[in-house]
Nanobody, 123 residues
Framework: QVQLVESGGGLVQAGGSLRLSCAASGRIFSINVMGWYRQAPGKQRELVAA???????NYADSTKGRFTISRDNAKNTVYLQMNSLKPEDTAVYYCHASGLSIAPMITYTNDYWGQGTQVTVSS
């Protein structure tokens, strides 16, 4: 059973910073894509940033230049450094993983999600 456990959310003033972490555990050989999504009240869940095991990254336009995603593949961990936070960044942030392999050539097509961590940015 694979689990994603997030940490690092909280309350911060506008202009401040937070760092989110997400560690995947279980029977894991490698993970192709790890990333972060967020969902604000009354809105759909949206991609924040994603990173492949090879180092490619993708960001939502609203987070480019402010957020930085990074990975430690050996630890199956993904981080999200969030700077210059705005009130509109307030949401529950979810860790996501896909392309998980339990052995070479054995890859699951499932999507895996963490339980979510609240980020609140006050004005």
């Amino acid at each position: 059973q694979v689990q994603l456990v997030e940490s690092g959310g909280g309350l911060v003033q506008a202009g401040g910073s937070l760092r989110l972490s997400c560690a995947a555990s279980g029977r894991i050989f490698s993970i192709n894509v790890m990333g972060w999504y967020r969902q604000a009240p009354g809105k759909q869940r949206e991609l924040v940033a994603a990173a492949t095991s090879g180092g490619s990254t993708n960001y939502a336009d609203s987070t480019k230049g402010r957020f930085t995603i990074s990975r430690d593949n050996a630890k199956n961990t993904v981080y999200l450094q969030m700077n210059s936070l705005k009130p509109e960044d307030t949401a529950v942030y979810y860790c996501h993983a896909s392309g998980l392999s339990i052995a070479p050539m054995i890859t699951y097509t499932n999507d895996y999600w963490g339980q979510g961590t609240q980020v609140t940015v006050s004005s």
